[in-house]
Nanobody, 124 residues
Framework: VQLQASGGGLVQAGGSLTLSCAFS????????MAWFRRAPGKEREFVAG????????YYADSAKGRFTISRDNAENTVSLQMNSLKPEDTAVYYC??????????????????WGKGTLVTVSS
């Protein structure tokens, strides 16, 4: 499985950015997808996730109401629309896949594959 994230960049606080992750190598529709991030000096954290078919989504409290995750199973991509960005959203964002969402409701993510990150910088 290969995951290629893109869309990161520099944006002012209050602005928007859309991240995209291209998936290849396996049957995309078999996997749940998620975005994580690692801010400077902090642990990696879950941001948002979506199950294999798309109707069920998961968000960290910090992302609720501002970020929207979606997937296109025809294009093998997952996107993260980020609005009302804050300086504390500055981080390297990673997309990842999991063959199951079991445990996600309890904050347990056993991701199978990870992509390289894309840097998001939000200036104040």
């Amino acid at each position: 499985v290969q995951l290629q994230a893109s869309g990161g960049g520099l944006v002012q606080a209050g602005g928007s950015l859309t991240l995209s992750c291209a998936f290849s190598g396996r049957t995309f529709g078999s996997y749940a997808m998620a975005w994580f991030r690692r801010a400077p000096g902090k642990e990696r954290e879950f941001v948002a996730g979506i199950d294999w078919s798309g109707p069920t989504t998961y968000y960290a409290d910090s992302a609720k109401g501002r970020f929207t995750i979606s997937r296109d199973n025809a294009e093998n991509t997952v996107s993260l629309q980020m609005n009302s960005l804050k300086p504390e959203d500055t981080a390297v964002y990673y997309c990842a896949v999991d063959h199951t969402t079991r445990g996600w409701d309890n904050g347990h993510y056993g991701m199978d594959y990870w992509g390289k990150g894309t840097l998001v910088t939000v200036s104040s």
